[in-house]
């Protein structure tokens, strides 16, 4: 799936999905790539619900925990800070 629109977010990042894909859109991302991010954005949201974790709540530890749990997973994508489009998160919530 290389669709943007088709990528559900469920849990606590979901009020920022639209908000979110349309700052990659702006910034440049092509389709392929804002899917990817999203996709990201979906697992992380997941996450943080399954530990009754709120949005407010995502800071550098958190995110910390997060990539280390993917990678304990076998994930090879999303392992690096380098999730840095979901940093600009703060910037749609003002």
């Known amino acids: 799936m290389i669709n943007p629109d088709l990528v559900r977010v469920t849990g606590?990042?979901?009020?920022?999905?639209?908000?979110?894909?349309d700052l990659l859109e702006m910034s440049g991302y092509s389709k392929?790539?804002?899917t990817v991010h999203l996709r990201?954005?979906?697992d992380l949201s997941n996450w943080l619900g399954e530990r009754g974790?709120?949005?407010?709540?995502?800071?550098?530890?958190?995110l910390a925990k997060f990539i280390a749990d993917r990678r304990?997973?076998?994930?090879?994508?999303?392992l690096s800070m380098g999730v840095a489009p979901l940093e600009g998160e703060s910037e749609l919530q003002s």
């Open 12 to 21: 606590p990042l979901s009020p920022l999905r639209q908000g979110f894909d």
């Open 32 to 34: 392929r790539m804002r």
């Open 40 to 42: 990201l954005m979906a």
């Open 53 to 62: 974790e709120a949005a407010a709540g995502l800071d550098t530890p958190v």
């Open 72 to 78: 304990a997973a076998g994930h090879r994508t999303g």
